[in-house]
T-cell receptor, first 112, second 116 residues
């Protein structure tokens, strides 16, 4: 079964600074990879996904992620963070049966 | 498109009662729906996979007699928490996919269950 590791539980960055959230996955085949954002008490919003093709994926809100098979990683990046980006971020990997496994999440705090 | 709704968004019940949560795909037919549970400040844990017209498949450690799942139509799945206890208090999120090949899951907004 697939699994996901998000090594950073909590990250704090200053507004305007760049951001990288780490995600490592474990899966025997080509993975389907996702990044979601969740605001407190809310559902999940899809930021971006990778199914195949170009390994650099562009998403909404200025986010991008790069699939690196050799490192089993799918890190999320944003060049300049806004205060509204403060939220919980989840990386997820999809398996063959449409099932999905989520990482533990990384909480992002943005300092003014 | 691809909107999934959940009802209710928030429910408080007494210990020992049963609570039903509905998950609806509003603008597409969902062949498969998933139910997740999320404890405060934790990740989403898959509880069960529900296919229309068949029995749900539960993840290891999830009591199927306690968490009854019904997927009676292509747009509706329900999760019933039977004889709820305070430890069942959690955020329950459903998702839906359409089609046979791997498709993106569309998530509902979640239901906050508090058992007193």
């Amino acid at each position: 079964a697939q699994s996901v590791t998000q090594p950073d539980i909590h990250i704090t960055v200053s507004e305007g600074a760049s951001l990288e959230l780490r995600c490592n996955y474990s899966y025997g085949a080509t993975p389907y990879l996702f990044w979601y954002v969740q605001s407190p008490g809310q559902g999940l919003q899809l930021l971006l996904k990778y199914f195949s093709g170009d390994t650099l994926v562009q998403g909404i809100k200025g986010f991008e992620a790069e699939f690196k098979r050799s490192q089993s990683s799918f890190n999320l990046r944003k060049p300049s963070v806004h205060w509204s980006d403060a939220a919980e971020y989840f990386c997820a990997v999809g398996g063959r049966n449409n099932d999905m496994r989520f990482g533990a999440g990384t909480r992002l705090t943005v300092k003014p | 498109g691809a909107v999934v709704s959940q009802h209710p968004s928030r429910v408080i019940c007494k210990s020992g009662t049963s609570v039903k949560i509905e998950c609806r795909s509003l603008d597409f037919q969902a062949t498969t729906m998933f139910w997740y549970r999320q404890f405060p400040k934790q990740s989403l844990m898959l509880m069960a996979t529900s296919n229309e017209g068949s029995k749900a498949t539960y993840e290891q450690g999830v009591e199927k007699d306690k968490f009854l799942i019904n997927h009676a139509s292509l747009t509706l799945s329900t999760l019933t928490v039977t004889s709820a206890h305070p430890e069942d208090s959690s955020f329950y999120i459903c998702s839906a996919v359409s089609g046979g090949a791997w498709n993106e899951q569309f998530f509902g907004p979640g239901t906050r269950l508090t058992v007193l």
